[in-house]
């Protein structure tokens, strides 16, 4: 037995332990081989992370279960041991609540910061250096492998992931060794620049979603998301013409429509043109962080109500185009707690330290060497408003919010109107 399973075998001993003490209510025991666990573990980072905030993992998911099989003793019996070895209720309750509404545990890598091209509303700094080596994504796979969750997903961002393909490659495999059988998926956000029918072909043997960024007609591609290199065409290189070999060889896909104020007008030639190109889901991720003036209100409220005249168009004739915004959860700024850790295994919130520098220390939340579990990453610090207020300035928050509820209130209009069940 090597190493890294013999400390697996360790933690599920004492795991099973502790879950012995805690189901009898003899917290001293749990905690007394909580103690002793962590002495025993402390010597090994990957130790460390696995028996790092076991008891309140254990607990949260006695409660878990409890709640599901609605065994009301139970539920009742845990409430009180976790209150005696945690603390008041209000102290952990968020945090219950938050480990409920997991079910697939998610981790972020950004694997460079560098990119083929230079969008015009992307204020991410592009540079040289910064790339993830394989010890750092070694250790940021043991961090999502810590979380226990049956679900895993591990996704690849940047900066253009694409261009450290050796090290996507690595990390699917790696994490697909790692997890022993566990439910893995993987996701890489893309602008689909290196993105040959050849890796198309290996990660079809993999189960891998692409989002692939887009932003519609040659005009919009060729002046918004600039390459990098002068007078290269940034359509030529872009993904626009991959839908048969992405479908040939079953990727999962969607795409991300960028709309920006600065092509409020043709936005939806923009979205028909990629339509017309063999894609079927799309999402529209309309350009936060800029300001958007009435008139691009105006004009983005205008276009989405002939966006809902040509989806109903092309529904009525049998095509399966579907605007992934449809079916989600209605929010006016999407500010997730996403654990994303850095190409120098820093750990932050979510991703926004990536273009706001001056909350990347806020949103920082550890470095991959100090050991910890993923849970503790997923649920301590800040979420929600705080998160939102670290994500954004105030008054571009403000100004962003009022784009959100155009869009809202649009999708919950195409609602009531009825959807197709693709
Ligand atoms: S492709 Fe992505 S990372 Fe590159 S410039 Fe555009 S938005 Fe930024």
Request: hydrophobic fraction near 40%; charge should be negative.
């Amino acid at each position: 037995m090597n190493d890294s399973n013999d400390i697996i075998e360790r933690v599920r001993h004492l795991s099973s332990a502790i879950d012995q003490a805690l189901k009898a209510g003899d917290t001293d025991t749990a905690l007394a081989l909580m103690e002793t666990g962590q002495h025993d573990m402390s010597k090994s980072l990957r130790g460390q992370r696995e028996i790092d905030d076991l008891i309140r993992r254990t607990l949260f998911s006695h409660l878990d279960a409890a709640r599901r099989s609605t065994d009301h003793t139970a539920e009742s019996r845990l409430l009180t041991t976790a209150t005696d070895i945690l603390g008041p209720k209000e102290n952990w309750l968020p945090q219950l609540k938050q480990y409920f509404m997991e079910d697939r545990a998610r981790l972020v890598v950004v694997l460079t910061w560098q990119c083929e091209t230079r969008c015009t509303y992307c204020t991410i700094p592009k540079q040289d250096g910064r790339e993830m080596d394989a010890h750092t994504l070694d250790s940021a796979i043991e961090l999502l492998m810590s979380s226990g969750r049956e679900k895993l997903e591990l996704r690849f961002f940047g900066g253009e992931p694409m261009m450290a393909w050796e090290q996507i490659q690595y990390g699917i495999e790696k994490a697909q060794s790692a997890c022993q059988g566990r439910d893995i998926q993987f996701m890489i956000t893309t602008n689909g620049y290196a993105l040959t029918p050849e890796r198309v072909a290996w990660l079809g043997q993999h189960p891998v979603q692409l989002q692939i960024a887009l932003d519609g007609l040659p005009e919009a591609h060729n002046v918004h998301r600039k390459s990098v290199v002068p007078g290269e065409q940034s359509y030529e290189h872009s993904a626009i013409d991959k839908a048969a070999v992405l479908h040939e060889h079953g990727v999962s896909h969607e795409i991300i429509h960028v709309v920006h104020p600065a092509r409020i007008n043709e936005f939806v030639d923009d979205f028909e043109h990629i339509v017309d190109q063999g894609f079927e889901r799309i999402q529209i991720n309309w350009a936060h962080n800029v300001i958007w003036h009435e008139k691009h209100l105006q004009a983005f409220a205008d276009g989405l109500h002939k966006l809902g005249d040509l989806l109903r168009k092309r529904w009525a004739k049998g095509e399966s185009i579907w605007l992934v915004n449809l079916g989600e959860t209605l929010l006016k700024i999407r500010t997730f707690r996403e654990i994303t850790v850095d190409h120098d295994g820093q750990i932050y919130a979510n991703n926004a330290f990536l273009y706001r520098p001056s909350s990347a220390s806020d949103l920082c939340l550890g470095h991959l060497d100090e050991g910890h579990n993923w849970w503790r990453y997923r649920l301590d610090g800040a979420d929600g408003e705080a998160l939102k207020k670290l994500s954004f300035a105030a008054p571009v928050a403000e100004n962003n919010a009022r784009v959100g509820t155009v869009f809202s209130s649009w999708i919950r209009w195409m609602q009531s109107q009825g959807l197709p069940d693709f």
